[in-house]
């Protein structure tokens, strides 16, 4: 065969493949009493934006512990997403209608210790958290913010979990050892 016709026919044919299996494969329903979780060797699914530095330590048992992330921009007209996750339309369509606890575990870097860190939980519809500020500690703590998400949205699928790791964008930083999103129970008056 020629291979002005073999490459692209074996293009078409790969293509189709991995429509196929993305389109049509099994896939698991999320139960969104599990949680969405980002540790360990998951942190290295997050993903910085421009303005944003990370990097992973951590020892020979457990190489990649937490995350480092510095942030040496800030413009608050143009802050981006910081060093997000994506939750996406699995877990938007789940997750929809309920009460949410957002969590970060962090706390200051050890190296050019940031005083504040922002929190964003970027929804496309009601319960959309904007950046809350927070300041970290010398030794890891839980960051929490509470939503209730409204419905789901099929034209805008994505729900961006965000980290702005300095607030005034002077190049210092926090280390995270956890993303999460979990349901949680509201309290029932008696």
Not at 32 to 46: A, K, S
């Amino acid at each position: 065969m020629k291979d002005w016709i073999f490459y692209p026919l074996m293009t078409l044919i790969a293509g189709a493949m991995v429509f196929f299996a993305l389109n049509y494969g099994e896939r698991q329903p999320i139960d969104p009493e599990d949680g969405y979780v980002i540790e360990g060797d998951l942190l290295q699914t997050l993903t910085p934006t421009p303005g944003t530095v990370l990097s992973f330590k951590g020892d020979s048992t457990n190489p990649i512990a937490y995350a480092v992330m510095s942030a040496d921009y800030n413009d608050n007209k143009d802050i981006s997403a910081g060093v997000f996750t994506v939750l996406g339309e699995e877990y938007f369509k789940a997750y929809a209608g309920e009460n949410l606890t957002i969590t970060v575990r962090a706390r200051a870097a050890k190296r050019k210790p940031s005083d504040t860190f922002l929190i964003s939980f970027l929804a496309p519809t009601a319960g959309r958290i904007k950046w809350q500020p927070f300041v970290p500690t010398e030794e890891f703590t839980d960051f929490v913010l509470t939503t209730k998400l409204g419905p789901f949205k099929p034209e805008k699928p994505e729900i961006y979990f965000g980290i702005w790791p300095d607030a005034k964008g002077d190049g210092r930083g926090i280390e995270v050892e956890k993303y999460e999103v979990r349901v949680s129970n509201p309290v029932k008056d008696d």
